[in-house]
């Protein structure tokens, strides 16, 4: 048999064993909580960025901020941009089709002193469209 006064000290100490073991598990299920949370938002802002813009929207003629503002996605690159006599050509890059067993398709936009002069499909060869653009008797 255990003295008196030893058996309030294993008492208080199974006690705080106990409260310990509770804030442990009651901190851990806040932690899961939070871990779900982080999880979930970027699964959320992941599909958001391979989301594919609608280039139905856009329409020649308008300017660079509004064209990218109408797609709601910033370009995926910068093709390129070359200065003219009378301006700066830009080409920025859209991925239009992203999927999981096919390479990805491209959408170039065109811009001629901020406005939208022509968009589509990549030719391959930008430098040779600017020129086109840049160059063109309109342009000069």
Known sequence: ???A???PIISNSIQQVLTNI???ISAMKTYTKIVAALLASIFITSC?????PDM???SIGMDKQTTIATLK???DGIVGSKKYPKGVVEILDYYTNIGQ???PEHAWLYFYNDKLVQFGKPTGNWIFEADEIGLAP???
């Open 1 to 3: 048999m255990l003295p």
């Open 5 to 7: 006064p030893v058996k």
């Open 48 to 52: 958001a960025a391979l989301r594919t």
């Open 56 to 58: 139905t929207k856009i």
């Open 73 to 75: 996605k910033k370009p």
């Open 101 to 103: 067993y096919s390479p």
């Open 22 to 24: 509770t804030l442990i």
């Open 138 to 140: 309109e342009a000069k």
